[in-house]
T-cell receptor
Protein backbone atom coordinates (compact mmCIF):
# COMPACT_ATOMS: atom_id res chain seq x y z
CA UNK A 1 0.00 0.00 0.00
CA UNK A 2 2.35 2.74 -1.19
CA UNK A 3 -0.22 5.51 -1.76
CA UNK A 4 1.73 8.74 -2.37
CA UNK A 5 5.52 8.49 -2.31
CA UNK A 6 7.84 11.49 -2.21
CA UNK A 7 11.57 11.51 -2.84
CA UNK A 8 13.87 12.63 -1.40
CA UNK A 9 12.80 12.93 2.25
CA UNK A 10 15.49 15.47 3.14
CA UNK A 11 17.72 17.74 1.14
CA UNK A 12 20.06 20.65 1.80
CA UNK A 13 20.83 23.03 -1.06
CA UNK A 14 22.93 26.10 -1.49
CA UNK A 15 21.36 29.31 -2.76
CA UNK A 16 21.17 29.24 -6.55
CA UNK A 17 21.25 25.47 -6.93
CA UNK A 18 18.46 23.61 -8.68
CA UNK A 19 16.67 20.41 -7.84
CA UNK A 20 13.57 18.37 -8.58
CA UNK A 21 11.22 16.83 -6.05
CA UNK A 22 9.52 13.65 -7.17
CA UNK A 23 6.00 12.52 -6.34
CA UNK A 24 4.44 9.22 -7.38
CA UNK A 25 0.95 7.88 -6.64
CA UNK A 26 -0.41 4.41 -7.30
CA UNK A 27 -4.12 5.11 -6.78
CA UNK A 28 -4.89 6.18 -10.36
CA UNK A 29 -5.86 9.64 -9.15
CA UNK A 30 -6.51 12.37 -11.69
CA UNK A 31 -5.60 15.35 -9.51
CA UNK A 32 -2.20 15.96 -7.98
CA UNK A 33 -0.93 18.87 -5.87
CA UNK A 34 2.20 20.37 -4.42
CA UNK A 35 2.01 22.27 -1.13
CA UNK A 36 4.50 23.91 1.13
CA UNK A 37 4.10 23.91 4.89
CA UNK A 38 5.63 26.67 6.96
CA UNK A 39 5.30 27.16 10.74
CA UNK A 40 2.00 28.76 11.70
CA UNK A 41 0.79 29.05 8.11
CA UNK A 42 -0.93 25.78 7.37
CA UNK A 43 -0.45 24.41 3.86
CA UNK A 44 -0.24 26.65 0.82
CA UNK A 45 -0.85 25.35 -2.67
CA UNK A 46 2.05 25.86 -5.07
CA UNK A 47 0.85 24.15 -8.27
CA UNK A 48 -1.61 21.46 -9.14
CA UNK A 49 -2.57 19.23 -12.05
CA UNK A 50 -6.00 18.03 -13.17
CA UNK A 51 -4.63 15.28 -15.38
CA UNK A 52 -1.69 14.02 -17.39
CA UNK A 53 -0.06 16.80 -19.39
CA UNK A 54 -1.81 19.63 -17.47
CA UNK A 55 -0.59 21.99 -14.77
CA UNK A 56 -2.01 25.10 -13.08
CA UNK A 57 -0.81 27.72 -10.63
CA UNK A 58 -1.86 27.69 -7.02
CA UNK A 59 -1.53 30.31 -4.32
CA UNK A 60 2.30 30.59 -4.21
CA UNK A 61 3.72 29.47 -7.60
CA UNK A 62 6.63 31.91 -7.99
CA UNK A 63 10.05 30.27 -8.10
CA UNK A 64 8.66 26.81 -8.86
CA UNK A 65 7.86 24.82 -11.97
CA UNK A 66 6.02 21.53 -12.34
CA UNK A 67 5.46 18.82 -14.88
CA UNK A 68 2.98 15.94 -15.21
CA UNK A 69 4.25 13.82 -18.06
CA UNK A 70 2.72 10.64 -16.65
CA UNK A 71 -0.51 10.32 -14.74
CA UNK A 72 1.16 8.77 -11.72
CA UNK A 73 4.01 11.29 -11.40
CA UNK A 74 4.11 14.98 -10.53
CA UNK A 75 7.47 16.75 -10.41
CA UNK A 76 8.26 20.01 -8.62
CA UNK A 77 11.32 21.94 -9.74
CA UNK A 78 13.30 24.73 -8.16
CA UNK A 79 15.43 26.36 -10.85
CA UNK A 80 17.41 28.67 -8.57
CA UNK A 81 16.84 27.92 -4.90
CA UNK A 82 16.43 30.80 -2.43
CA UNK A 83 16.47 30.71 1.40
CA UNK A 84 12.76 31.70 1.36
CA UNK A 85 12.05 28.30 -0.18
CA UNK A 86 13.20 26.51 2.95
CA UNK A 87 10.11 24.55 3.90
CA UNK A 88 8.49 21.15 4.10
CA UNK A 89 6.94 20.18 0.78
CA UNK A 90 3.97 17.86 0.51
CA UNK A 91 2.54 16.16 -2.52
CA UNK A 92 -1.08 15.05 -2.54
CA UNK A 93 -3.53 13.43 -4.91
CA UNK A 94 -7.30 13.02 -5.23
CA UNK A 95 -9.81 11.43 -7.56
CA UNK A 96 -11.61 14.27 -9.25
CA UNK A 97 -12.74 17.83 -8.93
CA UNK A 98 -15.46 17.13 -6.39
CA UNK A 99 -15.04 19.19 -3.24
CA UNK A 100 -16.09 16.20 -1.20
CA UNK A 101 -13.11 14.14 -2.32
CA UNK A 102 -10.33 14.01 0.30
CA UNK A 103 -6.71 14.42 -0.62
CA UNK A 104 -4.10 11.75 0.06
CA UNK A 105 -0.71 13.03 1.18
CA UNK A 106 2.86 11.84 1.02
CA UNK A 107 5.15 12.04 4.03
CA UNK A 108 6.85 15.21 2.88
CA UNK A 109 10.26 16.46 1.76
CA UNK A 110 12.14 18.65 4.20
CA UNK A 111 14.19 21.14 2.16
CA UNK A 112 16.74 23.57 3.57
CA UNK A 113 18.33 26.29 1.46
CA UNK A 114 21.53 27.76 2.86
CA UNK B 1 -12.11 34.98 -0.66
CA UNK B 2 -12.53 31.77 1.27
CA UNK B 3 -10.84 31.56 4.65
CA UNK B 4 -10.70 29.40 7.77
CA UNK B 5 -9.90 30.24 11.37
CA UNK B 6 -9.07 27.56 13.86
CA UNK B 7 -8.11 27.59 17.48
CA UNK B 8 -4.51 28.47 18.10
CA UNK B 9 -2.34 26.00 19.90
CA UNK B 10 -0.59 24.43 21.43
CA UNK B 11 -3.26 22.68 23.43
CA UNK B 12 -2.09 20.48 26.28
CA UNK B 13 -4.50 18.11 28.04
CA UNK B 14 -4.31 15.19 30.41
CA UNK B 15 -5.29 11.74 29.21
CA UNK B 16 -9.06 11.13 29.30
CA UNK B 17 -9.86 14.86 29.21
CA UNK B 18 -12.47 16.28 26.82
CA UNK B 19 -11.28 18.03 23.68
CA UNK B 20 -12.77 20.78 21.54
CA UNK B 21 -10.84 22.47 18.73
CA UNK B 22 -12.82 25.34 17.24
CA UNK B 23 -13.01 25.97 13.51
CA UNK B 24 -14.99 28.62 11.65
CA UNK B 25 -14.89 29.39 7.96
CA UNK B 26 -16.04 31.84 5.34
CA UNK B 27 -16.76 30.50 1.88
CA UNK B 28 -19.00 31.05 -1.12
CA UNK B 29 -21.81 28.54 -1.11
CA UNK B 30 -21.65 25.39 0.96
CA UNK B 31 -18.26 23.77 0.95
CA UNK B 32 -17.41 20.28 2.09
CA UNK B 33 -15.63 20.35 5.44
CA UNK B 34 -12.67 18.23 6.48
CA UNK B 35 -10.48 17.65 9.49
CA UNK B 36 -7.01 16.32 8.73
CA UNK B 37 -4.49 15.06 11.28
CA UNK B 38 -0.71 15.14 11.00
CA UNK B 39 1.37 12.87 13.21
CA UNK B 40 5.06 13.69 13.76
CA UNK B 41 7.16 13.13 10.66
CA UNK B 42 4.19 12.24 8.50
CA UNK B 43 1.91 13.83 5.96
CA UNK B 44 -1.68 14.84 6.58
CA UNK B 45 -4.32 12.12 6.85
CA UNK B 46 -8.05 12.55 6.53
CA UNK B 47 -9.64 12.27 9.98
CA UNK B 48 -13.28 12.98 9.14
CA UNK B 49 -15.49 14.92 6.77
CA UNK B 50 -18.99 16.30 6.30
CA UNK B 51 -20.42 17.30 2.95
CA UNK B 52 -23.68 19.08 3.81
CA UNK B 53 -25.37 21.02 6.58
CA UNK B 54 -26.09 19.10 9.80
CA UNK B 55 -23.94 16.17 8.68
CA UNK B 56 -21.80 14.72 11.46
CA UNK B 57 -18.43 13.25 10.58
CA UNK B 58 -16.83 10.79 12.97
CA UNK B 59 -13.73 8.62 13.19
CA UNK B 60 -11.48 7.24 15.95
CA UNK B 61 -13.77 8.75 18.62
CA UNK B 62 -13.58 12.24 17.08
CA UNK B 63 -16.70 14.03 15.87
CA UNK B 64 -17.53 17.26 14.09
CA UNK B 65 -20.90 18.63 12.94
CA UNK B 66 -21.41 20.88 9.91
CA UNK B 67 -23.15 23.97 11.30
CA UNK B 68 -24.32 26.12 8.40
CA UNK B 69 -25.88 28.82 10.57
CA UNK B 70 -22.65 29.48 12.47
CA UNK B 71 -20.28 28.40 9.63
CA UNK B 72 -18.45 26.19 12.09
CA UNK B 73 -17.03 22.67 12.18
CA UNK B 74 -15.64 22.17 15.69
CA UNK B 75 -13.68 18.99 16.41
CA UNK B 76 -14.60 17.13 19.61
CA UNK B 77 -13.55 14.03 21.47
CA UNK B 78 -14.88 12.89 24.82
CA UNK B 79 -11.74 11.20 26.14
CA UNK B 80 -8.35 11.85 24.57
CA UNK B 81 -5.42 9.45 24.57
CA UNK B 82 -1.68 10.00 24.38
CA UNK B 83 -1.81 8.60 20.84
CA UNK B 84 -4.01 11.57 19.81
CA UNK B 85 -1.04 13.92 20.14
CA UNK B 86 -0.70 15.47 16.68
CA UNK B 87 -1.45 18.60 14.68
CA UNK B 88 -5.05 19.01 13.51
CA UNK B 89 -6.10 20.99 10.44
CA UNK B 90 -9.57 22.23 9.57
CA UNK B 91 -10.13 22.50 5.82
CA UNK B 92 -13.19 23.71 3.93
CA UNK B 93 -13.25 22.70 0.27
CA UNK B 94 -15.37 23.94 -2.64
CA UNK B 95 -13.50 21.84 -5.18
CA UNK B 96 -10.44 19.64 -5.38
CA UNK B 97 -8.27 22.64 -6.25
CA UNK B 98 -9.96 25.02 -3.80
CA UNK B 99 -9.33 23.55 -0.38
CA UNK B 100 -8.18 25.96 2.30
CA UNK B 101 -6.16 24.60 5.20
CA UNK B 102 -6.23 26.25 8.61
CA UNK B 103 -2.96 27.04 10.33
CA UNK B 104 -3.16 23.88 12.44
CA UNK B 105 -3.65 23.22 16.14
CA UNK B 106 -0.96 21.25 17.93
CA UNK B 107 -2.39 18.91 20.55
CA UNK B 108 -0.27 17.30 23.27
CA UNK B 109 -1.71 14.74 25.66
CA UNK B 110 -0.01 14.06 29.00
CA UNK B 111 -0.16 10.50 30.40
Amino acid sequence: NAGVTQTPKFRVLKTGQSMTLLCAQDMNHEYMYWYRQDPGMGLRLIHYSVGEGTTAKGEVPDGYNVSRLKKQNFLLGLESAAPSQTSVYFCASSYTTGGYQPQHFGDGTRLSIL
Amino acid sequence: GDSVTQMEGPVTLSEEACLTINCTYTATGYPSLFWYVQYPGEGLQLLLKATKADDKGSNKGFEATYRKETTSFHLEKGSVQVSDSAVYFCAPSRSASKIIFGSGTRLSIRP
